[in-house]
């Protein structure tokens, strides 16, 4: 798809360190998916897939003739764990528990799965370590952890736990000469081979997509795999300079990995996998970065790109959220491009 995968290009070497930075293994296994329940409701037929420990679920359009372009569709971090793909897309039993606040707030109050399916995708949503089937139960929380949601009941006493939790689950990566998104790097190329083998998908029509940690997913993947056709990242794109300017507390430990800023800038990811289709979704007023930061970014992205037109910005007077026309913009892109 072009000339990242050369081995005398720049990129080519960029690509290979920045998977070795991340910690990611080399060969992803190919996964023994099991399928399970299966539905249709308000325009969707669904079917659970589990591999390992992890659950997911493909979507399509009832009755579409097959095989379908895909999307991987990536569910962020929202400062909520106890839930993965549950965020972006609704399951078997319609939109889980608790997630009513979520949906407006982020997402307009929909379901960005649904929005890619109605133009005609398969997409897969799948949980990914340490998110919703792939989380860590309370017991196996550490005691710090733990008495970080003490004082608190329910779901918000899980959250409050898990978001303690990240930063030694960080650290235990990075003993173990990986990092947190290198392990969801690693899960997320499993997820991708899986979804390839899916009979009701084009094997050679697959993109990703994804918001705020979800973005970041992307980036990642787009980096260090060659099967994608596209990839959009919307709310996940700046500078590691901004970033550390006052932005490091609210940012993910999937943005951020030890080593990685010598290699690369934070938008050099995404851009190494130029000329591969790309939509970066910009929200003027997000407050997890500064807009000289996104807007240096959007600079560096259009070096990696030069005189390529498959590289697309687009600005939203927004703050950190995934509006519903955000999503039909995505979802508008990727039909031309996928």
Partial sequence: MGTQFEPNCPRFTRRAEIRRALG??????????????????????????NWDNTSAWLLTPPDAETPLPAILLMHGHDGMKFYGKEKVADGPDGM???LEELRRRGYGGSAPAAR???????????????????RVPWE?????????GAQLEGLPRYEAAAREH??????????????????????????LQALAECPEVDAHRIATAGFSGGGVRVAHLLACSDRLRAGVITASMSTFADIANGHADDTTWLMIT??????CDWPEIAGAAAPTPLLVQFAELDSHFGLPG?????????????ESETLFTQWFSEPHRFTTTMQDATAGWLSLHV
């Fill in 24 to 49: 990611a293994f080399d060969d992803p296994r190919r996964p023994h998916v099991t399928r399970g329940r299966t539905w249709t409701r308000d325009g969707i037929s669904g079917v659970e897939l």
């Fill in 96 to 98: 889980a528990p608790d």
């Fill in 116 to 134: 890619l399916v109605a133009a005609g995708f398969a997409v897969l949503v799948h949980d990914v370590f340490p998110w919703g089937s792939r």
């Fill in 140 to 148: 196996d929380l550490p005691e710090r952890a733990r008495r970080a």
């Fill in 166 to 191: 990240e930063h030694g689950l960080a650290k235990v990566a990075a003993l173990q000469g990986s990092s947190l998104a290198g392990k969801v790097l690693s899960e997320d190329l499993i997820a």
């Fill in 258 to 263: 030890p080593g990685l800023p010598t290699v």
């Fill in 294 to 306: 996104m807007r240096d970014a959007e600079a560096a992205l259009r070096r990696d790109y030069r």
